[in-house]
């Protein structure tokens, strides 16, 4: 494979902050698995084949952002449109679910966005929100791509001090309606929310103690991404983990 990628940017300070201009265009072979796979199987559908005659992902893509103050916050925000050919994706013989797995190119589009805010809400207690977009389109067969995360993100209310911090994180996501369960995607996500408690202290200056807790109501969750849970039949994917203790201890010398 020739493959050819090349990356230009344009940044502008502004008088608070500066923001940017950029467009790249990155080409990817396609790995041994995609090209070369032969699992074989009694069941068609356990049937994993790869194709020898794929082309190579070309990908377009402009993006715009900024970063710098903004009504009293940090702000970081990036906006992006990925123009993509020849997509390697994987589907099934016929588009039937009991069919062999196979990989082939399509066309492809995704978009999204990254935003980060920071705000001081009076010395030492802080706020941040991070949220994560981005939508996936198959051109060639005009319905969603695969294995793409809905609307997600999370928000921190931390509250600091030279020798110990604690705070409260909230994670959270939507529903993904938007999928292709033909062979990766399970279905339908319903969305989430779940709480995390941190902390930690130094109790002299060369150590340094870290605590907390994640999923604090041992909520039971998966996301888009999980895979088929075959193992328990009152899922339909792996669930992420529940209730979980954690804790560090870090010594510099």
């Known amino acids: 494979f020739d493959n050819f990628s ?4 344009l940044d502008r300070p502004l008088a608070n902050g500066k923001s940017y201009i950029s467009f790249s265009v990155n080409e990817r072979s396609p790995d041994a698995t995609e090209l070369f796979n032969a699992k074989s199987n009694g069941t068609a559908m356990m049937r994993h084949i790869g194709n020898p005659n794929l082309s190579s992902e070309r990908h377009t893509t402009f993006e715009i952002g900024f970063n710098g ?6 702000v970081d925000l990036s906006v992006y449109h ?10 099934r013989k016929d588009d039937s679910g009991m069919k062999a797995r196979l990989y082939k190119n399509i066309d492809a589009t995704l978009y999204g966005y990254e935003l ?15 949220l994560n977009y981005t939508k996936g389109e198959d051109d060639t067969q ?23 911090n604690y705070g409260l994180r ?7 309606d938007n999928f292709d369960s033909k062979v990766l995607d ?33 909520k039971r969750y998966s996301t888009h991404l999980n895979a088929t849970n075959t193992l328990d039949s009152a899922a339909d994917r792996t669930d992420e983990p529940g209730r979980s203790f954690f804790g560090s201890i870090q010594y510099e010398f």
Request: charged share 15%; hydrophobic share 35%; aromatic share 10%.
């Open 6 to 9: 090349g990356f230009i940017r």
């Open 69 to 74: 103050p903004m009504m009293g916050s940090q």
């Open 116 to 130: 980060s805010i920071q705000k001081n809400l009076m010395p030492g207690f802080d706020a941040q929100l991070n």
């Open 142 to 164: 005009n319905r969603p791509l695969p294995q793409i995360m809905p609307l997600a993100g999370s928000f921190t209310l931390e509250k600091k001090s030279s020798t110990t």
């Open 82 to 91: 990925n123009d993509v050919s020849d997509f390697i994706t994987t589907h």
């Open 170 to 176: 909230i994670n959270f996501a939507d529903t993904q």
């Open 186 to 218: 399970v279905g339908r996500t319903a969305g989430y929310t779940t709480y995390d408690i941190f902390s930690g202290f130094e109790p002299t200056p060369n150590i340094r103690v870290s605590l907390g807790v994640s999923n604090l109501t041992d």
